[in-house]
C-alpha cells in the first residue's frame, strides 16, 4: 500500500509531453536555442535569441506566424525552424524597440515594436515592424535581448546596460557615484517610503514600471512624481538590479561570496576576512553601488517596527537581485537564496565596518587611477595651455597620482560652479563625494556576534538542502517511467542548459579577464574624456583674456563616448603643430607691420578651417577605430561562446550520468509499487 | 501510521504575488494557527499534512477512504523567483493561486499568474483554486467579491474568500482542491479499464482532437 502515484498519472503526462514538445519551439526563452536551427551552420555567429512571434504584415495587418533568429545585430525570420532559406531581416541598428501596451480588449496580446529611433511615437512607419509574442515574459525577453544588441553606451539604455556604461555615460550630466536611477529611488523611497509597510517586499504596479523603464531607457531621467505607489519604484529598482547584465557581484565572485556566508560565525574569522577581501575585489562600480545599496537598507530597517522590514526580510528581498549565479537554473537558485540571505544580512547590518567612508570612491576614480595615461589623454578645450606646453604636460607627468587627483578636484569644483544652475540640487551630494580618496585599506576585524541565529541559519541550510537532493528528483512522477520519457527529461536539461549558455553569451559575458581588462581601459579613457568636459567654459574664458587671437577649440560637443583614445592623440598632435606654427608665424606678422590685426584675423579664419578638417578626419578615425573594436569585441565573445559551449557540453553530459541513475532507481521503485497497487 | 503508509502523495503549490500570505496561509491550514510574523519566504519551501478522502462523486467508491499524504509547497512571490518557480510547477498536481483582497495589484497580477500556470503545469488546464485572502480585513478591501467571482468563473476555476488570519475558508479551499484531483484521478483510472483501442485513442491522440471534449479534455486520461 505504498503507492505514491497512481499508474494513471503516466496516461496523464502522455499528450502533456506532446505539449511540452511542442510548446519547445513556441518557447524559444526556455529551449529552442537547441542545436538545430536554420542556417546555423551557415552562419559562423551563433543565434543571440530563436523563437516563433507573429509578424504583422505592413498593407494587410493580419498576423503571421514566422520563426525568427536574432543573429548580430540583425533579426532574421524564416517560415519555419526547419526552412533554412531567410524570408527577410529587421537591421536593428539605428532602431528602438517598445512594447506595446495592451488595452485590456486585447488581454493576451504581447505586442512590440521596432521602429527607426527618431520615429514620432505616434505615427506608424513603413519600416516599423509590430511583433506578436506568445506571453509576457516571451515579450521581454525579446525586448530585453533586442535592447541589448542595440544598446550602446551612448544610447542612454539604462537597462540591461553594464553598470560601468551607465556610470560612464551619466558623467556627462553630473558626477555620479551610482547611476542616476538608483540615486532617484533611493531618494523618493526615503522620503516616502521608509515607513510603508513591506517596503521593498511588496511589489509595485506592472504597467508603471515599465512605463519608468521605458522612460528611462529612452535617455529620460525622470522624477517621480509624489503621487506615485512607492512599491513601484522599489520594484523599479529590483528591476534595475536584475536586468544588470552581469550582477553587482560580478559572476567571477559569486561562488566565493557565497563561500564566505559559511564561514561567517563568530568562532571562525576567516569568512570575515575572506569577505573582506572580496568586497575589496570589487570593481569601483560595483563596490560603490553594493555599499550606497546597503546603507540604504540599513536606514530601512532601523525603521523595521514600522516598516516590518527587519535586516532579514530586506536581505531576502534584494539578495537575489544583487547576487545572481551565471547559470539560472531554478534548483541551485532556490539552493543559493538562503545563503544570499545571510551574506546580505552580514553585509547590511555591519555596512558600517564593510564600506568604511573613508574608502568611498569619489566619482572620478577612474581618472585617478589613470595615471600616465591620462595626461596623454587630451583634456579638450582644457588642453590649449597644457598641450602647447610640453614642460607642463611633463610636470603632469611626474607628480602623478597626488596632482592628479588634485587636478580632478579642481575640474569637478569648477565643474560644479559652471553647471551649477543646472544641478544644484547636487551640490551638497556632491561635495560629499569629493571627500578624497585614501588608498589604505583598513585590515580592521570586525567582531561578529550573533552566534545563536547562525546556527540557526545553518541548521535551517542542512534541512532545506536535503529538501533540493533528496525530494527534488523524486518529484518527477512523470517522466521515469518509459526510456522514452527519460529522454525527453535529458533532453529537457540540455536545452535549458543550451539555453542558459545563450543567455550567457547575450550578456556579453566579461568572463575572459582578458576581455575585462579590456573594457576596463576603454572605460578610463571613458573617464578621461568626460571628466574634461564640464569644464570647458570655463577655460575658453580664461584663453580669450590672455591670447585674444586665438579661440580655442572647444571639444566637439558631439564627442562620443565610445571616443577612443587614439584618435584623440593624433587629435592633439596635429593640432599641437598646426597650430604652434599658425602661432610663430602669428608672432612674426605682429612684429613686422602694424596690419597684423587684419592678417591675423584672415590668419584665424585658416585655423579654424585646419581645425575644422582636422575634426573631420579625427572623427573618422574615430568611427574606424570603434568599428575595429566592435570586431574585436564580436572575436572575443565568439571565443567565450565557444568555450561556454564546451563547458556546458561537458556539465550536460554529467547531469545526463547522474539522471540517468536517479532514473533507474526510480523505475524499480516504481516498478516495486506498481505491484501492490490498489485497484 | 509509519512514514510511506498512504495511498497518494499528492502535491499542491501555492502561488502569487509576494505578501499576499501564501505561507501563513498553509500555516493555518497544516497546523490550524495564524503566524502574523512578517516573513519573507526565502526561495521555496513545503509543508505536509495527512488527510483522509472519502470519494462522494455520483459513481464514486464508497466505503474507505483514501489516505492522502499532501505536499504542500510555499513557493517565494519576490518578482526575482517568478520565472523561476515555474520550474516547480511541473511537478504540483493542484495549484493554489491567492492574491490579497487588499491589494488590487496582487489581483491584476492573477491573469499573469494564470498564463504562466497554462504553460508550465504539467497539462493546459491543472485544477487551480482561486483564493482571495485577508478577507478578514474588510476595512481595507480593495477587490470586490464579485469581481473575483467573474474572474474566477472566466478560467472555470472555483473562488474563495480566505482569511490565514482567522482560518475562514481556508481548508475548504484546499479540500475542494484535492476533490478536484482525485476526480481526476478516478477520471483516469476509469478509462484505463476501457478497452485497449479507445484508450490509446485518448492517450496518444492529437492535442485537437482532444481539445474538442469539452473541459475534462485536454488532460486526456
Not at chain 1, 519608468?212 to 506615485?228: C, H, N, V, W
Not at chain 2, 493554489?96 to 493546459?124: G, I, K, P
Amino acid at each position: 500500500m505504498s503507492l505514491k502515484l497512481p499508474r494513471n498519472w503516466d496516461f496523464n503526462l502522455r499528450p502533456d509531453a506532446n505539449k511540452i514538445a511542442r510548446s519547445k519551439s513556441m518557447m524559444p526563452a526556455e529551449s529552442s536555442s537547441g542545436p538545430v536551427h536554420p542556417g546555423s551552420a551557415s552562419h559562423l555567429e551563433r543565434p543571440l535569441k530563436t523563437g516563433w512571434l507573429k509578424k504583422q504584415r505592413s498593407i494587410v495587418k493580419n498576423w503571421q506566424m514566422k520563426f525568427f533568429v536574432l543573429r548580430g545585430s540583425i533579426l532574421y525570420y524564416y517560415k519555419d525552424d526547419k526552412d533554412t532559406a531567410i524570408q527577410g531581416s529587421i537591421p536593428l541598428q539605428g532602431t528602438q524597440v517598445n512594447e506595446l501596451l495592451s488595452n485590456p480588449d486585447e488581454a493576451g496580446k504581447f505586442q512590440f515594436e521596432i521602429s527607426p529611433v527618431n520615429a514620432d511615437r505616434d505615427r506608424v512607419y513603413q519600416d516599423s515592424h509590430v511583433l506578436m509574442a506568445n506571453s509576457q515574459n516571451e515579450m521581454e525577453e525579446w525586448v530585453k535581448t533586442i535592447r541589448r544588441v542595440m544598446g550602446t553606451p551612448s544610447s542612454g539604455v539604462v537597462f540591461g546596460q553594464r553598470l560601468a556604461d551607465t556610470i560612464l555615460y551619466e558623467q556627462k550630466f553630473e558626477q555620479h557615484q551610482v547611476p542616476i536611477l538608483v540615486e532617484k529611488c533611493v531618494e523618493f523611497i526615503r522620503e516616502h517610503g521608509l515607513s510603508e509597510e513591506g517596503i521593498f517586499r511588496l511589489p509595485g504596479q506592472d504597467n508603471q514600471v515599465k512605463q519608468f523603464r521605458d522612460a528611462f531607457d529612452a535617455g529620460e531621467r525622470p522624477s517621480f512624481p509624489s503621487e506615485t505607489d512607492v512599491h513601484t519604484v522599489a520594484s523599479l529598482f529590483k528591476l534595475y538590479l536584475r536586468e544588470l547584465p552581469e550582477p553587482v557581484i560580478p559572476w567571477s565572485q559569486y561562488d566565493d561570496f557565497l563561500n564566505c556566508s559559511q564561514h561567517l560565525n563568530v568562532t571562525d574569522m576567516t569568512g570575515w576576512e575572506h569577505l573582506e577581501k572580496q568586497i575589496a575585489l570589487l570593481p569601483p562600480e560595483n563596490y560603490s553601488l553594493l555599499s550606497y545599496i546597503c546603507r540604504f537598507l540599513y536606514e530601512v530597517q532601523l525603521n523595521s517596527s514600522v516598516n516590518k522590514m527587519s535586516v532579514e526580510n530586506l536581505a531576502t528581498v534584494i539578495g537575489v537581485n544583487i547576487l545572481r549565479p551565471r547559470v539560472e537554473d531554478p534548483f541551485s537558485i532556490m539552493k543559493g537564496t538562503l545563503q544570499i540571505q545571510k551574506l546580505m544580512t552580514v553585509i547590511i547590518s555591519h555596512h558600517k565596518e564593510l564600506f568604511p567612508k573613508s574608502k568611498d570612491i569619489p566619482p572620478l576614480s577612474p581618472v585617478v587611477k589613470n595615471d600616465n595615461k591620462k595626461s596623454n589623454v587630451p583634456r579638450s578645450s582644457v588642453g590649449w595651455d597644457v598641450a602647447e606646453d610640453p614642460t607642463q604636460s611633463v610636470t603632469n607627468n611626474v607628480k602623478e597620482g597626488q596632482v592628479l587627483s588634485e587636478s580632478a578636484e579642481d575640474l569637478t569644483s569648477c565643474g560644479s560652479a559652471a553647471w551649477g544652475e543646472r544641478g544644484n540640487d547636487e551640490k551638497g551630494s556632491l561635495s560629499f563625494k569629493l571627500r578624497k580618496r585614501t588608498q589604505t585599506l583598513p585590515s580592521r576585524r570586525c567582531t561578529f556576534s550573533s552566534q545563536g541565529e547562525e546556527n540557526g541559519c545553518t541548521e535551517a541550510t542542512g534541512k532545506r538542502v536535503g529538501v533540493f537532493s533528496n525530494d527534488f528528483w523524486n518529484l518527477e512522477p512523470s517522466s521515469a517511467s518509459s526510456e522514452a520519457d527519460k529522454n525527453t527529461l535529458s533532453e529537457d536539461i540540455f536545452s535549458a542548459l543550451q539555453w542558459q549558455n545563450v543567455s550567457k553569451c547575450q550578456r556579453s559575458s566579461v568572463l575572459n579577464k582578458s576581455f575585462h581588462s579590456d573594457g576596463a581601459e576603454v572605460r578610463r579613457h571613458y573617464g578621461g574624456t568626460w571628466e574634461a568636459q564640464p569644464k570647458s567654459p570655463q577655460p575658453k574664458m580664461e584663453n580669450k583674456s590672455t591670447t585674444p587671437n586665438l579661440t580655442p577649440v572647444p571639444s566637439s560637443p558631439s564627442t562620443t563616448s565610445r571616443e577612443l583614445l587614439i584618435p584623440k592623440l593624433s587629435d592633439s598632435g596635429g593640432n599641437n603643430i598646426a597650430r604652434k606654427d599658425m602661432r610663430r608665424s602669428l608672432h612674426a606678422e605682429e612684429l613686422d607691420t602694424e596690419k597684423g590685426e587684419c592678417k591675423t584675423a584672415s590668419y584665424e579664419i585658416q585655423v579654424s578651417s585646419l581645425q575644422k578638417k582636422n575634426q573631420e578626419l579625427c572623427s573618422k578615425v574615430e568611427e574606424l577605430e570603434k568599428e575595429l573594436m566592435q570586431e574585436k569585441q564580436r572575436n572575443k565573445e565568439l571565443e567565450i561562446r565557444i568555450r561556454n559551449m564546451e563547458a556546458a557540453h561537458k556539465e550536460a553530459e554529467r547531469q545526463n550520468q547522474e539522471l540517468d541513475k536517479v532514473l533507474q532507481s526510480f523505475t524499480s521503485q516504481k516498478l516495486k509499487g506498481r505491484v501492490t497497487m490498489p485497484i | 501510521m509509519s512514514d510511506g503508509d498512504y495511498d497518494y502523495l499528492i502535491k499542491f503549490l501555492a502561488l502569487g504575488d509576494s505578501g499576499v500570505g501564501k505561507t501563513t496561509f498553509l500555516y493555518q491550514y497544516t497546523d490550524a494557527k495564524f503566524n502574523s510574523k512578517f516573513i519573507t519566504t526565502v526561495g521555496i519551501d513545503f509543508r505536509e499534512k495527512r488527510v483522509v478522502y472519502k470519494s462522494n462523486g455520483p459513481g464514486g467508491v464508497s466505503g474507505r477512504g483514501q489516505r492522502i499524504h499532501l505536499q504542500l509547497w510555499d513557493t517565494a512571490g519576490q518578482e526575482r523567483f517568478r520565472s523561476l518557480t515555474t520550474a516547480f510547477f511541473r511537478d504540483a498536481m493542484g495549484f493554489l493561486l491567492l492574491f490579497d483582497l487588499t491589494s488590487e495589484q496582487s489581483f491584476l497580477n492573477v491573469r499573469n499568474w494564470m498564463s504562466q500556470l497554462q504553460m508550465h503545469a504539467y497539462c493546459e488546464n491543472p485544477d487551480i483554486v482561486l483564493c482571495g485572502n485577508k478577507c478578514d480585513l474588510t476595512d481595507q478591501r480593495a477587490v470586490k467579491e464579485e469581481e473575483a467571482k467573474e474572474l474566477a468563473d472566466k478560467y472555470g476555476i472555483p473562488y474563495f474568500e480566505t482569511s490565514a488570519s482567522s482560518g475562514q475558508n481556508v481548508s475548504q479551499a484546499v479540500e475542494v482542491l484535492l476533490d478536484l484531483i482525485m476526480k481526476r484521478m478516478e477520471r483516469c483510472v476509469d478509462k484505463s479499464w476501457i478497452p485497449e483501442g479507445v484508450m490509446q485513442s485518448n492517450g496518444h491522440s492529437s492535442t485537437e482532437q482532444l481539445s474538442n471534449s469539452k473541459d475534462q479534455g485536454k488532460c486526456s486520461c
